[in-house]
């Protein structure tokens, strides 16, 4: 009786192997794809190909601008070490410029908002009302006829301080 299951397991084993090779050897031809006749193009068709097989390069995303007619800028914390804060300000329709603060070691927040009001107060000009209290600084329009502004972070580079720009 053992001769017997022998035969029976060695049996049912090749046939186990031989299906399955018959299955991978189907599921192999159905991958590959099926050689199709070319019609004869003119020289310029395989080069505009190889252009479309070449991924584009990948571009850096950037948030929108958002305009409104005033701006809260919070400053929180206290200066661990010397650094720099950058804000962007751009009227609608007119060129960006840079706010640049730079900040010493041990600085409160409440200083580093009026820093921030007076750099603020000559890059906004006359247009503008800039005005620190406690530790936020309030940027709006001075009268409806001046264009609402975008004022955004660009570098904060201060240990211990964390700045909050938002809808005034």
Do not use: C
Not at 31 to 46: C, I, K, L, M
Not at 118 to 147: C, D, I, Q, R
């Amino acid at each position: 009786m053992m001769h017997v299951s022998k035969s029976l397991l060695f049996g049912a084993s090749r046939l186990v192997v031989a299906g399955t090779l018959l299955l991978f050897a189907t599921f192999a031809s159905a991958q590959e794809p099926t050689p199709q006749a070319e019609p004869q193009a003119a020289p310029a068709a395989p080069q505009a190909t190889a252009a479309q097989a070449e991924p584009a390069a990948p571009q850096q995303a950037t948030a929108p601008r958002i305009f409104q007619p005033a701006w809260e800028i919070v400053v929180d914390g206290k200066a661990e070490a010397n650094g720099v804060l950058e804000l962007v300000f751009q009227p609608h329709g007119g060129e960006a410029t840079l706010v640049k603060v730079n900040v010493v070691a041990k600085t409160k927040k409440d200083q580093i908002a009026k820093d921030l009001a007076k750099e603020l107060t000559f890059a906004t000009g006359a247009a503008y009302k800039v005005k620190a209290s406690g530790n936020k600084v309030n940027v709006k329009l001075k009268n409806k006829k001046s264009p609402p502004f975008n004022l955004g972070i660009e570098t904060q580079a201060v240990n211990g301080v964390s700045v909050r720009v938002g809808k005034g």
